[in-house]
């Protein structure tokens, strides 16, 4: 067992990180040992990344132990950058989370400081000043370049700066240098944010925390009121919803909406939001309540306005995306169904059901489209085994047991043969002979015999697949 | 004197309640005193209050009905055993096509909701496009939804209802749950009322309860018509159009032992089927009371009891 992280006390004590523990524990009795759990650990950070998003949504993970936050036009809503800075690690602090962090005009610049040195806010000029003195370490290099350089004697940042570029590159390759320049500023480096940035969002901070889920449902309505004007003004409408919560202690909730059609009406939004609220309501603990809400729209696309007529004809669309953003709203979105036809001669394919992701596709008219004629009304997920006798072997069966129950065949009409789709199932897979038949008290079933006599199987079986109307 | 009118006019108030909440119009006396507005209006009450109502064709089944299917309310649809839910979905569904096509002669494109619950679905077979389409439905303007329980399925039945987008919406639950009871089903027959959208209740496998639908169907298979060849004559050995037994089991009307319909695909319509096939089935296989398919046991404390005489079912929940 090895130590892989030291909280503040255990540093000062001596230890390190990658001793033993039982070392550890010789040089500190009173030690308190926690086995790693890297994947909790992953979700801390997760979750602290989401709680970082009351600052700016452009927030990026940094390896299993810091994180990027992009606060370009950010930092003069909480009073300037040291400000920032300052309400930052108090609320992290008040978590019960010990943190440093540093601001300054280039990420790189921003890494070294933050582990290397003591800064918190970098001037934009500041930055070869700040630099000279850090370890080479600080330039995120991998280890055996840091430890080449530190062989030659180039311990510090300042070493690289002061010598000549074209002689480093040969020796410890480019990359060495893209990261000097990125450090100093002279190469953007982009973050990547871990979540799509929203296009149109809109929040509101609260004095005192929110618990009831009324007073959330009023208050998303008003927000979608403020997202509604900006939508209007580009002419979109979402259809892909998401309101955060940000609790009081630190836990942040996404709840995510989806709408059938383009939406900028802020009674509806806030209609998605009640089913939906409504569905995870196990989930969303309110605690000591919530001090930020925001909704945002994830997705959006274009919506014409259109202008209400006194033609008296309704325009049907719109309840029926009512009806099915409050179904997906509350069961997910993929269970209302519609049924769908596919392009395939074995019957469980040819038709089956597709999630409702468009309402213009419902209302849409038909395709006119050449059908089998006889196909069962129902159909059995999967084929059930059934005892069947047929009078001759390539013969419609005579009688057959169904779920324990002797049927005894009136009529037959058969056999479709249906062969397997040798593209999708391979060479070997039996053919179907299917039967339409008739009991003595006029139940319709489908069955079907698998496997051609002789050619494929000495004992076909049969199975039930279907009933008829 | 006074007194006199008072009551009278309590009398005519209260029936014309009643007849309200049984939906039926008021019988000539209470119509005409109720007409008589004391302010001189006339109120055009009398035709609004009139039953929307949809024809089937079938003159036997349209006295049973009152008239037609209803266009708005509930109906409900029976089957006794699963293995017969091929025949009571095929009646369903015949029904949602009807109802889908006296939208579309209004001009409207509207879809049938289809709302199962999941346990309903796997017993008896999912719903097959295909077969639908052949059925004379638009497979496209077909929606289901599969729910896990009986309070989801009312649910999204009671929001389906308030939108009045769908030409039928059927609710497609298995046995008696407990949960639909009396006040549930009540609930649902005021929604679709008001919704003005019928409301087909599929009961696989279960027994008759007291429930507010207007009508209650029992829906048993029957042995199909043959197919007819081009000549008239008709294909010997062959399965024909579906036909379906109908026996109505609740309904204002008199109705008679059982219907037998066969369903069209191609021409949209219920036919009547043959009297004389009809007949015979009655002699060979059916009992003469489908309501008593066994001889009644004397002297037993629970024999059958004769017909008429049942006011009220025990709860099968």
């Known amino acids: ?469 | 004197m006074a007194a006199d009118a008072v009551q009278r006019q309590t009398v005519l108030s209260l029936r014309e309640t009643i007849a309200r909440i049984e939906d039926q119009r008021l019988p000539g006396s209470v119509r005409a005193a109720s007409a008589a507005d004391p302010a001189g209006f006339r109120r055009g009450r009398d035709e609004t209050s009139r039953r929307r109502v949809l024809p089937v064709g079938i003159p036997e089944l349209d006295v049973v009905l009152n008239g037609g299917l209803p266009l708005e309310g509930m109906t409900e649809i029976r089957n006794a055993e699963t293995r017969d839910a091929g025949a009571a979905a095929g009646f369903v569904a015949a029904l949602a096509v009807l109802y889908q096509r006296e939208k579309k002669e209004k001009g409207s494109l509207a879809p049938v909701l289809w709302i199962s619950q999941s346990l309903a679905a796997q017993e008896a077979g999912q719903p097959y496009a295909p077969g639908l389409k052949a059925h004379g439905l638009d497979a496209e303007r077909f929606l289901f939804v599969s729910v896990r329980t009986v309070k989801d399925v009312l649910w999204i039945a009671e929001t389906a209802l308030s939108v009045p987008v769908f030409a039928a919406v059927v609710l497609e639950i298995r046995g008696n749950p407990a949960c639909l009871t009396l006040s549930e089903s009540r609930r649902l027959h005021v929604r679709a009322r008001a919704g003005g959208v019928p409301l087909l209740v599929f009961r696989q496998a279960g027994e008759e309860e007291a429930s507010s639908a207007f009508f209650r169907f029992q829906v048993r298979p029957a042995p199909a018509g043959e197919r007819p060849l081009p000549g008239g004559s008709m294909l010997c050995g062959s399965i024909g159009h579906p036909a379906f037994h109908l026996l109505v089991e609740k309904s204002r009307a008199h109705a008679p032992l059982g219907i037998f319909l066969e369903w069209n695909a191609h021409d949209c319509r219920f036919y009547s089927l043959d009297e004389r096939r009809s007949a015979a089935l009655q002699a060979n296989d059916e009992p003469a009371d489908p309501r008593d398919p066994l001889s009644a046991s004397a002297g037993r404390s629970h024999r059958a009891q004769p017909m008429g005489r049942l006011l009220a079912f025990a709860r099968a929940s």
């Open chain 1, 1 to 469: 067992m090895r130590l892989v992280a030291l909280d503040t006390l255990a540093e000062r004590i001596g230890l390190k990180r990658g001793q033993g523990a039982a070392e550890a524990r010789a040089m500190c009795p009173s030690l308190d040992v926690i086995a790693a759990d890297p994947a909790a650990d992953q979700a801390f950070l997760e979750a602290l990344a989401d709680w970082c998003d009351r600052y700016t949504p452009l927030v990026a993970l940094d390896g299993k132990d810091g994180l990027f936050l992009d606060i370009t036009g950010c930092a003069h809503l909480h009073g300037g950058e040291k400000a920032f800075v300052s309400d930052v690690l108090s609320r992290l602090f008040s978590l019960g989370v010990e943190a440093r962090a540093t601001v300054s005009s280039a990420a790189g610049l921003s890494w070294a400081a933050v582990r290397h040195g003591n800064v918190a806010v970098i001037a934009p000029g500041d930055a070869d000043r700040v630099l000279a003195p850090l370890p080479v370490a600080a330039l995120r290099l991998p280890a055996e370049t840091a430890a080449a350089l530190e062989r030659v004697g180039l311990k510090q940042v300042g070493d690289l700066l002061e010598a000549p570029r074209a002689p480093l590159a040969r020796r410890f390759g480019s990359f060495l240098l893209l990261r000097l320049d990125q450090a100093r500023g002279e190469v953007d480096e982009p973050l990547s944010p871990r979540l799509p940035v929203p296009s149109f969002s809109s929040e509101r901070r609260l004095a005192e925390p929110l618990q009831d889920e009324e007073y959330i449902l009023e208050l998303t309505r008003h927000l979608a009121k403020e997202v509604r004007a900006l939508l209007e003004r580009h002419g979109e409408g979402g259809r892909l919803f998401e309101l955060l919560l940000f609790r009081v202690d630190g836990r942040v909730f996404r709840v995510r909406a989806h709408a059938a059609v383009a939406l900028n009406d802020a009674d509806r939004i806030a209609a998605l939001f009640r089913e939906r609220l409504q569905a995870v309501h196990d989930d969303l603990d309110a605690g000591y309540g919530f001090e930020i809400l925001r909704l945002s729209v994830i997705r959006s696309e274009r919506l014409d306005p259109t202008q209400e007529d006194f033609s008296g004809v309704p325009d049907e669309s719109q309840p029926l995306a009512a009806f099915v953003d409050k179904v997906s709203a509350r069961f997910g979105p993929d269970c209302l169904m519609q049924a769908a036809l596919f392009e395939s001669h074995l019957p469980e394919r040819a038709g089956g059901f597709a999630p409702v992701r468009d309402v213009a596709a419902v209302l849409a008219p038909a395709v006119d489209r050449a059908l089998p004629e006889n196909r069962p009304l129902r159909i059995f997920a999967h084929p059930e085994r059934v005892e069947a006798t047929a009078e001759v072997p390539e013969g419609a069966p005579r009688s057959f047991n169904w779920r324990k129950t002797q049927y005894r065949v009136a009529r037959a009409e058969g056999p479709e043969r249906i062969a397997a789709e040798w593209w999708i199932d391979g060479e070997n897979h039996p053919t179907r002979d299917y039967f339409r038949v008739e009991d003595q008290e006029g139940r319709r079933f489908w069955l079907f015999r698998e496997g051609l006599y002789g050619r494929e199987t000495a004992s076909p079986r049969w199975f039930m697949h279907g009933v008829f109307a």
